[in-house]
């Protein structure tokens, strides 16, 4: 198989093809979802909240995203991964933010790396990829930054904030990055900024046209029953399925129905 790398992407937004990419924290679930023809795969800090069940993306250490990325790598054979840097592994000064890129693209295997922000991170983004590491951006809504926020609305709906993005998107074509993601950002604003770089837009909640789009997977295969933002569309109810067959084997169990003359040795 052809493998998915950062230069197909850019073309891929050069002949006008949309980009596909979801999240995956483990094995099992990664190979699923490459076999499926997925582009890109994000180890998304987002684990801090569907993997390990905290209410923020804050507290997720870089080594238990390693160890996520680690599981997904082992999953794969075409996709492209990436792995977020978590909060508090890059902000500080770039010499830390390169010594945790290296550490991700040597413990893991993975493709290349995602951090949030604009000029206030554009040191950090500069020194990793002159490691030679690619670097994905994302701006708009930026959850490490939630208690600066203090809500998970729309970003970037008054003008200054729409001019700082549009200003932060060229920085980080300019620094290097080969794609960004743009979150819970109007759709109007994306299609401006998509317009007007040479890189892709990956949007979440940033409409139409966007050059590709992300998903959480526990959101769209419906496992999260409370999390129903307008953008997610949702292609699975797992919830509604995984409950009823863990109903159904607890019936089997105790009915004595399970197992039966042939389910054992
Ligand atoms: O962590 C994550 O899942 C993400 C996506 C929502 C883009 O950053
Ligand atoms: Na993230």
Redesign the pocket.
């Known amino acids: 198989v052809k493998k998915v790398t950062t230069n197909t992407l850019l073309k891929m937004k050069a002949n006008g093809e949309k980009i596909s990419?979801l999240?995956a924290y483990d094995f099992s679930f990664a190979g699923i979802i490459d076999s499926a023809g997925i582009d890109v795969l994000?180890?998304?800090?987002?684990?801090?909240?569907?993997m390990a069940g905290h209410e923020t993306?804050l507290p997720i250490t870089l080594d238990q995203m390693i160890y996520h990325a680690q599981s997904v790598i082992r999953g794969v054979s075409r996709c492209l991964v990436v792995v977020?840097l978590p909060f508090g592994s890059y902000q500080s000064n770039s010499q830390i933010a390169l010594a945790s890129a290296i550490r991700i693209m040597k413990e893991t295997g993975a493709h290349a790396v995602?951090l949030?922000g604009g000029e206030e991170v554009l040191s950090s983004i500069k020194s990793i990829v002159s490691a030679g590491v690619p670097v994905m951006g994302?701006l708009g809504l930026t959850?490490q930054s939630i208690y600066k926020f203090g809500t998970y609305n729309v970003r970037a709906k008054e003008q200054e904030e729409a001019d700082k993005l549009r200003r932060d998107a060229l920085l980080l074509q300019e620094a290097g990055c080969f794609g960004i993601?743009l979150?819970k950002i109007p759709a109007t604003l994306a299609r401006e900024v998509s317009e007007s770089l040479d890189i892709p837009t990956?949007g979440?909640g940033a409409g139409k046209y966007c050059d590709g789009q992300?998903?959480?997977m526990h959101d769209m295969l419906g496992i999260n029953t409370e999390f129903k933002p307008r953008f997610l569309r949702q292609y699975l109810n797992l919830h509604e399925q995984v409950t009823s067959a863990v109903a159904k084997y607890i019936a089997d169990v105790k009915s004595n129905d399970f197992p039966n003359d042939q389910e054992q040795y």
């Open positions: 990419m999240t994000l180890v998304g800090d987002s684990a801090s909240n569907v993306t977020d995602k949030e994302h959850p993601v979150e990956i979440i992300v998903l959480v």
